[in-house]
Nanobody, 126 residues
């Protein structure tokens, strides 16, 4: 059973930075996708960024140039560096995991990820 634990959420001022972490355990397959998703109050959960085992990344248009996803395979962790944060980035951020299909990138569709963490709150004030 895959387990995901997020950390790093906080309250910051607009223009500030945060780094989120996701610690993963319980998987053995070398081919996987890990993604960051977020859900703001009253809104649907949306994909933010994803990273594949081989390092390929995918970003939502709204965060391109501001957020960077990375992984440390030695520690089984995935990070999301968030710069130039805006009030619209305020949300609960979730880490998600799925096995990657051969030849396919990692999607930003939340309904194809079967494993989820509990989330970490990011609040950006203006």
């Amino acid at each position: 059973q895959v387990q995901l634990v997020e950390s790093g959420g906080d309250s910051v001022q607009s223009g500030g930075s945060l780094r989120l972490f996701c610690a993963a355990s319980g998987y053995t397959d070398s081919r996987y996708c890990m993604g960051w998703f977020r859900q703001a109050p009253g809104k649907e959960r949306e994909g933010v960024a994803s990273i594949a085992d081989y390092g390929g990344t995918n970003y939502a248009e709204s965060v391109k140039g501001r957020f960077t996803i990375s992984q440390d395979k030695s520690k089984n962790t995935v990070s999301l560096q968030m710069n130039n944060l805006k009030p619209d980035d305020t949300a609960m951020y979730y880490c998600a995991f799925r096995l990657r299909r051969v030849g396919s990138p990692c999607p930003l569709l939340n309904d194809v990820y079967p494993y989820w963490g509990q989330g970490t709150q990011v609040t950006v004030s203006s």
